[in-house]
């Protein structure tokens, strides 16, 4: 009898050693990575507010932009792990699109924990987009990424992701446990110390041009500063309107080679406000291959996902909290660039 209880447990160590090999593979040594770092101008607020205003009034009726002390984030409609966006103010590029098309390359699994080693800042705090940790989930996901480290061992892990229910074909909500702090793939990140400090507030309702508000500030920095790099990021709240975004399923079977192919893999929707948006854009690339915007959204009502624009123009409003970067840091850049998938 004794004998066969051993031999269950032996097999039950077995199977959970299996498991946990398959589900739960480790994430890439960050000083096995490539790493890139950049000191950006970064000009003062006051500067970007001049800097931004012909462009946003160009796409949006109403604009406003002015510095203020930072709101405090942890509260709501935010919600995040940190008050501020202050303190050794860093962009993020890791990995790429490429590691995703056309065919998905499963080793590429990041922690942002390893993160701190290669930022230096404590607290460090972080948020942007990116695609979901997949060992963890279950499947490919949209990546709301929201950690604070502090000290040796204290996270708060306030990141979401958004998946396709396999039945309905909806979009599936899920947070994240504290110590699951991996993505995949790709991810744009903002991080600071998350300190209390000044940020820029811009205010855009109702959109009258082409582009959308995320675009809207890039284009207008790049028409400003040419080919100097200027960096800004934190959180969007989006109200009043209907904002199209997408939603990674499973990771496609067949290859996905071109633009239409990878549009018809993701899977779109058209989601209600209120939404908070998380993420950075840069206005130019230093020969960095990177990712000139990326913010994805979460809400409280279960909706989220990548922001693309909004649809209801006329009624639409934004509130953005934005810093700028001092820093700008490249990590695992491919060796061969894509020339689709990074809107
Ligand atoms: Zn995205």
New binding site residues.
Partial sequence: MAKHVYLLIALFIKINSYESVVCSPSSLMINKLSIVRIRLSEPPLSKIVEAVLPGLKKNFESVSVEVVPCPDLTQPPFYLATEGLSGNETVIDVGSPSYLLPSVNLDKLYDIKDFKKVIGSDPLSIVG??AGPWPYVGVNS?FIGNVKFSGNNHTINRSHFYKINPETKGILHGNLPQNETRFALLANFYTSNGFSGEVLKIVCETRKGPLDFVSSIREALANYYGEETVALGGAILIENGKVKVHVMPEFSKTPLNTETELNNWLNFFEVSTPLVGLGYLVSNDPGLDLRPQ?F?LFSDHGFGG?YHYDTEPITIKYTAYLNVAKNLIRIDQPKKSLSFGKD
Avoid: R, T
Wanted: glycine content about 16%; proline content about 0%; hydrophobic content about 15%.
């Fill in positions: 987009a990116g949209e990326h994805h990548h």
